[in-house]
C-alpha cells in the first residue's frame, strides 16, 4: 500500500505533533516545474476538485502556489521562484485573488532577463507570508540586469513600495503611486481595449509542429510551382518577434493551413511536403480528425478581417493594425 508513496512521519518527523496531526512548514521555497496546460490532458480533472486557483488554461505552476501555504504553518514564508506570466494572464486572476488574501511580501521581477540559460521562463521570485492580508504595501523591484555583486544589495537600490490599490483589482498594476494616479485617470475619461471591441480577443494559430506547417518564400514558390493550387491555402504568417511598435515586420513566413476538412487530394505538392513529417504529425494531440489537418478553430474567419496584432508577451509596447489576411502568432 505505502509502495513509493510520501510519508511525512518518515521525511519530516518535525512537521507532525506528538499525535501525529500535521502542524506545517515553517519554511517552503519552491521552483515548480514548468509544465503548460496543453500538456495537463486528464490532470485538470483533479486540479479542478482540488484547488480554488484552478483555471481550465492555467500552467501547473498556480497549483504550487496554493499547494505551498497549505502546508505551511501560521506565519510561515512560502518563497517561490517561477514564471510572471499569472500576474497578467486571464488565468492568474483566481490566483491573483488567492494571493491578496494573504500577507503577499515582496515580489521580484525578472522579466525577459535569462535567469535559466536553458529556457525563456520570464522569472519572478514571490514571498508570501502565511498570514490573513494586513493592507500593507508590497515589496517590487523590477530587475533590470543581471551585472550585480549582490541580489539583495542591488533590490535595496530599485525597490518600490506599491501601495494595496495596485493589487485589489483583477489585474495587478505594478507601478508606484505617480504611474498608478495617471492610469486611474486614464479609466476615467477612456474606453478600455477589451470593451471597445466587445471582447473580440483571439489566439493565433497554433500548428502544434512548426517545422512542417510553416514555410519560407522560397518553399512557398517551390510548392506553387510545382501544384499552382498550393496557393489556395497558403497564407502570411507573423510571430512574436515580428510584431514591433506600430508596425508588423515583414520576414515573408507563410503557414501552409490544412484546416479540418480540407481536401487533401487536391493539394498534391503540399501532402508530399508534410508526409515528411507524418510521424510527428500523427503525435500531435492538438490536431484535426487526420494527421495533416490543424487543430480545431471555431474564428478562422477573423483572421481575413483587419485587426491589431500584439504578442502573448513583450517587454515593450508592440502592437501593430495588419489588413492582409491570415496573420497568427505563437
Known amino acids: 500500500m505505502y509502495q513509493n508513496s510520501f510519508e511525512w512521519r518518515f521525511e519530516f518527523p518535525e512537521v507532525l505533533d506528538d499525535d501525529g496531526n500535521f502542524i506545517g512548514f515553517d519554511l517552503v521555497i519552491a521552483n515548480p516545474p514548468y509544465i503548460r496546460q496543453e500538456e495537463l ?13 484552478y483555471s481550465g488554461t492555467a500552467d501547473i505552476l498556480v497549483y504550487f502556489f496554493e499547494l505551498g501555504l497549505k502546508v505551511l504553518k501560521e506565519k510561515g514564508i512560502l518563497s517561490m521562484i517561477t514564471s510572471n506570466k499569472f500576474m497578467r494572464a486571464k ?3 483566481p490566483l491573483r485573488n488567492f494571493l491578496w ?4 511580501y515582496k515580489i521580484v521581477d525578472f522579466g525577459e532577463l535569462p535567469v535559466f540559460e536553458e529556457a525563456a521562463t520570464f522569472p519572478a521570485i514571490y514571498q508570501i507570508n502565511n498570514t490573513p492580508n494586513n493592507s500593507h504595501p508590497v515589496m517590487f523591484a523590477q530587475i ?8 539583495e544589495g542591488y533590490i535595496d537600490k530599485i525597490v518600490q513600495f506599491l501601495f494595496p490599490s495596485s493589487f485589489e483589482n483583477d489585474n495587478w498594476t ?7 494616479t495617471i492610469i486611474k485617470k486614464m479609466e476615467s475619461v477612456g474606453t478600455p481595449l477589451g ?6 480577443i483571439y489566439r493565433g494559430i497554433l500548428t502544434g509542429f512548426n517545422d512542417a506547417f510553416v514555410i519560407n518564400e522560397s518553399k512557398k514558390e517551390e510548392l506553387i510551382s ?7 491555402i497558403i497564407f502570411p504568417y507573423v510571430i512574436g518577434d515580428d510584431i514591433r511598435k506600430y508596425q508588423i515586420r515583414n520576414n515573408n513566413r507563410f503557414i501552409i493551413l490544412t484546416k479540418i476538412g480540407v481536401e487533401i487530394n487536391k493539394y498534391p505538392a503540399i501532402f508530399r511536403h508534410l508526409k515528411k513529417y507524418q510521424k510527428q504529425l500523427e503525435k500531435r494531440w492538438d490536431k484535426g480528425k487526420y494527421w495533416w489537418e490543424l487543430r480545431a478553430c471555431d474564428y478562422y474567419s477573423e483572421f481575413s478581417k483587419p485587426k491589431i496584432i500584439f504578442p502573448r508577451h513583450c517587454k515593450r509596447k508592440s502592437m501593430g493594425f495588419y489588413k492582409k489576411k491570415y496573420s497568427s502568432y505563437w
Open 195 to 200: 470593451k471597445y471591441i466587445e471582447g473580440k
Open 144 to 151: 533590470k540586469t543581471l551585472a550585480f555583486e549582490s541580489l
Open 41 to 53: 490532458g486528464e490532470s485538470k480533472k483533479y486540479y479542478s476538485k482540488t484547488y480554488k486557483v
Open 101 to 104: 488574501q494573504h500577507d503577499l
Open 226 to 232: 510545382s501544384d499552382p493550387n498550393s496557393n489556395e
Open 91 to 93: 488565468y492568474g486572476k
Open 174 to 180: 505594478l507601478s508606484d503611486s505617480d504611474v498608478l
